[in-house]
């Protein structure tokens, strides 16, 4: 049935062509048959039929076009069952596009174009559903990372993260029910979360509260409560430690105070002063210790007298003591205070000074100690050791020079030192990317070099070898390549496009990495495209022509056909819009005039047949203006005017004729007033009134004509200053025009027009403004990967501008360039990975985010070390963050490692700067009270912490040791720890 349908369809299609024919004018024979076998010659049948049939419309005997159009209609029929069954291809073909199923819809239009490979319809079927495949495609890819990051986020917790991931998976694909399911649950979750947030709130809240009043108990019970809800939160674990100490000291008051007043009630003062004294300082806030102590001293008091001449003792070698102590002199000073103490045990004072004296001689022994251990490290080499030692023997005594100056001079030996490394180093860098990208000589000046700076150094040695037998390789590889490109060289040069493609395929295979032969691959691949092209081109200038040539000739419809035609094949053309709107016009006005003109005659022909003679032929005059060519209006008027003249009323009609013409005049009808007067003469030739209304129709009309001339010649200009863009003098054109004819609605449009494209040119203006700074900016802050796509866009703006496509230019050379680093790095991380070298892995990766800071891979393969390093964790040793102070040493300690486990580890720490400068952390290991060794880095103030990965294994006294604590020393300001652990190399299982 639908086979049957079609067959109607392309029957009536068929012959709907004859009524174009019938409804057309034509050129000359020689051209329609001219143009009829060129849309013969392009299987162009419709066409080429349509055109035949009009060339024999001239010539009606000629034999030729007959035979091409018995010729085409055989073809169709031939065709017919081909064309119906692709037709039916591309049916199925848009049923299954619109099922979603773009492989059939693709096979089914790859099967109809295969049937009429002429039909470009298919062909563009398949890029579009192609293009909406892959979007689709990419958008499920994203819609699917969303929904896995989501639920990564769920494990974690993080329900806010993940409720706004799965909105947004939500927008790609509206409703789908696991996400929607998810949401729902993802909602309870934080609801629940929330609630148990505020409750810990709550709960910690209370307990401070409870802790200010002094209510230890009930705020431990609510502290205890908070930390089931999270165990894991510093601040709640931090509390329960100071209420704990809190009770304890508690305790330990109450004790002490039963204590001192049971001596009091027995009289026993001085003990009970000493326990007042003890609670006192276990709880220094509490009055009533000091409020007892008043009443014991009163009781003392009374006693004093006999203790005067004591005291006096007591004081005077408390004096000499002080003088001693003020002049350093520490061991005399010792002596004095205790005296002192002989006479007066319970004292504070000299017991509190013979303790700052044994303080000061225990600090000057560790500061010498630490002096003299610095000066044999140092005169051993150990430089980091010695500068630990200095460091520490500076923060003993800051006032100190001669620490100072050690630690300046070390510092200067490790920069000398470290300048000799960072050379050897980028040389040795230099000469690795060289030889990782095959610039092997290159390579091997540059590993010449390397050597020079270390001569005992392996691995440059190693390289330069290797260098030496692939260069020799890649002469041999450069004369086979070289001998492939110049034989496809050759077929290209003789157009062999097939037997080069060939050719430069060999080349390529020969050496991959070369550019040359995919250029020359895609040269061939455009030259057979640009063949296409150039077709589709020509076949648009013949239509173009033929079209132009049909409009100049007034065969619109034809003419508008190929217009029509034309604009298919070039859409973004804009010549044949503006024709076909211009036949439109035309058309439309035609249809208008045949209107107009049928309206006279039938009235005319109505007022005749009542025999109203003078009023029909008016009414024929006015046909007759409307379609000057047509005869009958003539051959009308001929007849009445014979009527007229048989009636001999010659002066009724003068008279009529008179009246009509003041009529029209009155009206500023000047035409058809002219026409009355004219008319008038007819019938009394000699009348000086009509001839005087006739010179002034005459002026009248000139003077119209005139102003008419002036409005189309201004039109004209606006239109053409128009076309060249020339908008300002366009619209003081248009504005002209408008000044001879107000009312004019064309100069109106134009203007209006105008005015929207220069706004319009304003907006461009400040746009390209806009993204040029926003590209500067970018450019300056070496974000070129964000300014050439500012720059880009500043180019599709304003094209013809130098400047935006010099920077696109200039950042691609850049982005060329650091690619080419950023992949050494790369190549450098994967294989130290692959090695399970972490270290160099890590250095290496570092080095490429720095190149490239939002490329994804380096900072991907971060995490995975830093996933496999804890996963192979030995010991942690921090899991909560914690502040070490400037200058004081904090001590981890841990149970010894089985020496089986001491191979390939590594300290990892989590740490940040929290001063405002830089400051310098220590890391050292050792043994009960042994430094056993260590190291030094630098930290920059940073928002985050950083992650530092020490290969401590490095240190033979890690691995022969039984090193059992591993400690942090910050210097020049506070250092914040998150995270410490001991873990290996998932080789070393």
């Known amino acids: 049935m639908a086979r049957l349908l079609f067959k109607y369809i392309f029957i009536f299609l068929l012959f709907s062509h004859i009524n174009i024919l019938l409804a057309q004018s034509s050129s000359t024979y020689t051209e329609l048959i001219t143009s009829a076998d060129n849309y013969f010659s392009k299987k162009d049948y419709y066409n080429a039929k349509t055109t035949y049939q009009l060339a024999l419309q001239l010539d009606k005997n000629a034999e030729y076009p007959k035979k091409k159009i018995e010729e085409i209609i055989q073809i169709l029929n031939n065709e017919l069952e081909l064309r119906i069954i692709f037709e039916e291809k591309m049916q199925y073909a848009e049923e299954a596009y619109v099922d979603k199923d773009y492989q059939k819809a693709i096979e089914l239009y790859k099967e109809a174009s295969a049937l009429i490979d002429y039909e470009d319809k298919p062909k563009q079927e398949i890029i579009r559903i192609k293009k909406e495949w892959a979007d689709l495609i990419n958008k499920q890819s994203k819609f699917d990372l969303l929904f896995a990051e989501a639920q990564e986020d769920k494990q974690l917790e993080d329900f806010v993260s993940a409720i706004l991931k799965l909105e947004e998976a939500d927008k790609l694909f509206p409703g789908k029910l696991e996400v929607t399911t998810e949401l729902a649950l993802l909602n309870v979750l934080f609801k629940q979360q929330n609630a148990k947030i505020q409750e810990f709130r709550r709960l910690m809240s209370d307990a401070d509260l409870y802790m200010e009043q002094n209510r230890f108990q009930i705020a431990l019970k609510n502290y205890q409560e908070a930390a089931n809800l999270f165990e894991n939160d510093s601040q709640v674990q931090n509390q329960l430690m100071l209420v704990k100490d809190a009770i304890k000291i508690n305790d330990a008051y109450n004790l002490a105070i039963e204590k001192a007043d049971a001596h009091y009630i027995a009289l026993e003062l001085d003990d009970a002063k000493k326990a007042y004294l003890e609670a006192a300082k276990i709880w220094p806030e509490k009055t009533y210790p000091g409020n007892m102590l008043a009443k014991l001293n009163e009781a003392n008091k009374r006693i004093a007298d006999d203790l005067e001449r004591f005291n006096s003792e007591y004081d005077s070698k408390i004096y000499l003591a002080d003088q001693q102590f003020k002049n350093q002199m520490y061991k005399q000073a010792f002596d004095m205070y205790t005296k002192a103490i002989d006479l007066k045990p319970d004292e504070e004072y000299p017991q509190n000074q013979i303790h700052t004296i044994n303080a000061i001689l225990k600090k ?35 006032g100190e020079k001669y620490p100072q100056e050690k630690i300046a001079q070390i510092d200067e030996v490790l920069y000398s030192k470290n300048a000799e490394e960072k050379n050897y180093q980028n040389q040795l860098k230099i000469a690795d990317s060289l030889f990782d990208n095959k610039l092997w000589e290159s390579a091997i000046s540059q590993y010449i070099k390397v050597i020079a700076l270390k001569e005992n150094e392996e691995h440059p040695k190693k390289r330069l070898s290797e260098a030496k037998l692939l260069l020799s390789d890649q002469n041999k590889l450069n004369a086979s390549y070289q001998s492939a490109i110049q034989i496809a060289d050759d077929y290209f040069d003789r157009q062999l496009f097939s037997e080069a493609r060939k050719a430069y395929l060999n080349a390529n295979r020969i050496k991959p990495d070369e550019q040359y032969p995919l250029y020359k691959i895609e040269d061939i691949n455009t030259i057979v495209e640009q063949k296409g092209i150039r077709e589709r081109n020509n076949r648009y200038r013949e239509l173009v022509a033929s079209a132009d040539k049909l409009f100049e000739e007034k065969a619109y419809t034809i003419s508008l056909t190929q217009y029509k035609q034309a604009n298919v094949l070039k859409p973004n053309e804009v010549y044949p819009p503006q024709q076909i709107a211009k036949i439109d016009q035309i058309l439309s006005t035609q249809n208008e005039l045949d209107n107009i003109y049928s309206q006279f005659i039938k009235s005319a022909d109505s007022t005749f047949y009542l025999n109203e003679l003078i009023s029909a032929r008016e009414i024929y005059v006015q046909a007759n203006e409307v379609k000057p060519k047509k005869e009958y209006p003539i051959e009308q008027i001929n007849k009445i005017d014979h009527l007229l003249s048989d009636l001999n009323d010659i002066e009724q009609n003068y008279i009529l004729a008179i009246e009509r013409a003041d009529a029209s005049f009155a009206n500023i009808k000047y035409e058809s007033a002219k026409k009355h007067y004219s008319l008038a003469l007819t019938y009394k030739p000699d009348e000086a009134y009509p001839k005087l209304k006739i010179e002034e129709m005459d002026a009248l009309l000139a003077e119209i004509s005139f102003m008419e001339a002036a409005y189309q010649n201004a039109i004209l200009k606006g239109d053409q200053n128009f076309e060249v863009e020339q908008y300002l003098l366009s619209i003081d054109n248009y504005r002209e025009a408008l000044g001879i004819k107000e009312n004019e609605e064309y100069p109106k449009t134009r203007i209006a027009a105008i005015e929207l494209i220069l706004d319009n040119l304003d907006q461009i203006e400040m746009l390209y403004n806009l993204a040029l700074t926003d590209a500067d900016n970018f450019f300056r802050k070496y974000k070129y990967t964000n300014a050439l796509t500012f720059y880009e866009k500043a180019k599709s703006l304003k094209p013809q501008e130098a400047y935006p496509q010099d920077q696109i230019a200039k950042i691609k050379n850049i982005l060329a360039a650091l690619d080419l680093e950023y992949k050494g790095f790369i190549k450098q ?56 102070e400037a200058g004081k040493e904090k001590r981890y300690v841990f149970k010894p490692i089985d020496y089986r486990d001491r191979q390939n580890n590594y300290i990892l720490i989590e740490m940040k700067n929290a001063a405002v400068e830089p400051i310098r952390a220590f890391i050292n290991f050792g043994q009960d009270s042994m430094k056993n060794g260590g190291y030094s880095v630098t930290l920059l103030q940073r928002d985050g912490y950083t992650k530092y990965f020490v290969r401590i294994d490095k240190h033979m006294r890690w691995q022969s040791k039984d090193n059992n604590w591993i400690s942090l020393l910050p210097e020049g300001g506070d250092l914040d720890v998150k995270f410490i652990q001991i873990s290996r190399d998932e080789k070393s299982n």
């Open 364 to 398: 000057n022994k560790e500061y010498n100690n630490l002096i003299e251990n610095g000066d044999l490290k140092l005169s051993q080499g150990k430089l980091n050791d010695a500068l630990f030692d200095y460091y520490k023997a500076k923060n003993l005594k800051p």
């Open 829 to 884: 991380g994967d294989d130290a990975y692959r090695l399970v070298i972490f270290q160099d892995a890590i250095v290496a990766y570092e080095n490429a985010i720095g190149v490239f800071p939002d490329e994804a891979y380096p900072k991907m393969m971060l995490d995975k070390i830093d996933e496999r390093i804890r996963r192979e964790s030995v010991v942690i040793l921090v899991a909560t963050p914690e502040i070490i």
